[in-house]
């Protein structure tokens, strides 16, 4: 279909390699770079040791897992992209919950809720919002002084409902 269309290979060009600051190029280098990291952590044993270490603080209470699980993926979605989080921890809620002999999937899904819940919380929270925010002109501030409340009250209301449903899954367990 694109091809049967009149592009001008200038234009796909520049549309790749701009110099703006949405560069797709540099968008898909980003993350290619992190899945490769996040695979060598795997492939050397880091998620394992770092699962182990924290289960040994932790214990096997599901409740005390979920929490801190939980709370790390929404700290550290403020920090980082989404994408970058969810390639990252979700290795390590494998690990953690295959040690803990609980039900991995709970965890894993609790991955991409809070990741994706918390990356409305600053605009570097997602590729998304850097891009439509840095097209519409939309500043840092200004996207934090919207987005801080609709963040936190979305983040409680589904660590509460997530929650809820860890305890049902536990409960059958």
């Known amino acids: 279909m694109i091809f049967a269309m009149k592009i001008d290979r200038y234009d796909i060009k520049n549309a790749v390699f701009n110099e703006s600051e949405i560069n ?61 989080v969810i390639l990252t921890l979700t290795p390590l809620a494998i690990y953690f919950t295959k040690n803990a002999k609980v039900n991995p999937l709970p965890y894993v899904f609790s991955v991409l809720v809070f990741a994706n819940t918390f990356s409305i919380f600053l605009i570097i929270g997602n590729p998304t919002n850097v891009y439509l925010a840095t097209k519409q002109g939309i500043g840092f501030l200004e996207y934090f002084k919207v987005m801080f409340i609709p963040s936190l009250v979305i983040g409680g209301v589904s660590f509460s409902v997530y929650g809820l449903s860890l305890k049902r899954i536990a409960s059958r367990n």
Request: hydrophobic content about 60%; aromatic content about 14%; cysteine-free.
């Open 24 to 84: 797709p190029l540099k968008l898909i280098i980003l993350f290619i770079s992190m899945t490769i990291l996040s695979s060598f952590l795997n492939e050397v044993g880091f998620f394992e040791y770092l699962a182990l270490k924290v289960l040994n603080k932790v214990k096997n209470k599901q409740s005390t897992i979920f929490i801190v699980f939980s709370l790390l993926v929404a700290v550290l979605t403020f920090f980082a992209s989404n994408d970058v």
